[in-house]
T-cell receptor, first 114, second 112 residues
Framework: GENVEQHPSTLSVQEGDSAVIKCTYS??????FPWYKQELGKRPQLIID?????GEKKDQRIAVTLNKTAKHFSLHITETQPEDSAVYFC?????????????FGSGTRLSIRP | EAQVTQNPRYLITVTGKKLTVTCSQN?????MSWYRQDPGLGLRQIYY???????DKGDVPEGYKVSRKEKRNFPLILESPSPNQTSLYFC???????????FGEGSRLTVL
């Protein structure tokens, strides 16, 4: 089955700097890759996603890149701010009309230093 | 307001005492799923359901049961809880099993 590995497990960056979180997946049939942000004590919420027919997607300070050949995808946060401090999860799944399993990475705890 | 509601939010129980965590969504979503979150292990899927009366095992189904008698409800049942089921549990739903997952607020369960 699918396996998703996420690195690093913790990341500390200076406010204003960029942060990069990387994930690799094992199932070449996976075609949907969402990223979720979980603030302390809160529920995970989708911040950006990418499908396998594109290589990059941006939304303001957040971008995700996908390399299908290498089976890895990354989250990039530029000009980091204190409110970016959270745990980030990547995930991979196959978007099919029938049963769907969404496999999450183990999470990255991002801390923004003032 | 569109939401996924879980109850209870916090529960301390003892080994072997059956319990149910309820999950309800008001978005008419077909897909619902249960996850447990443990430090360093991320979100692991317990069970999921593509529609009413259709359920399937996730990656860590042992010790859990689910049912989907109605579209809006997807309860998680622990018939005989054990301490290794101490965890933070999230219910989630999405329109069709692909795309954005909408999570409930979580249920923190402690089994003594």
């Amino acid at each position: 089955g699918e396996n998703v590995e996420q690195h690093p497990s913790t990341l500390s960056v200076q406010e204003g700097d960029s942060a990069v979180i990387k994930c690799t997946y094992s199932d070449s049939a996976s075609n949907y890759f969402p990223w979720y942000k979980q603030e302390l004590g809160k529920r995970p919420q989708l911040i950006i996603d990418i499908r396998s027919n594109v290589g990059e997607k941006k939304d303001q300070r957040i971008a995700v890149t996908l390399n299908k050949t290498a089976k890895h995808f990354s989250l990039h946060i530029t000009e980091t701010q204190p409110e970016d401090s959270a745990v980030y999860f990547c995930a991979a799944s196959k978007e099919v009309s029938s049963a769907s399993k969404i496999i999450f990475g183990s999470g990255t705890r991002l801390s923004i230093r003032p | 307001e569109a939401q996924v509601t879980q109850n209870p939010r916090y529960l301390i129980t003892v080994t072997g005492k059956k319990l149910t965590v309820t999950c309800s969504q008001n978005m008419n979503h077909e897909y619902m799923s249960w996850y447990r979150q443990d430090p360093g292990l991320g979100l692991r899927q317990i069970y999921y359901s593509m529609n009413v009366e259709v359920t399937d095992k996730g990656d860590v189904p042992e010790g859990y049961k689910v049912s989907r008698k109605e579209k809006r409800n997807f309860p998680l049942i622990l018939e005989s809880p054990s301490p290794n089921q101490t965890s933070l549990y999230f219910c989630a739903s999405s329109p069709q099993g692909c795309g954005e997952l909408f999570f409930g607020e979580g249920s923190r369960l402690t089994v003594l």
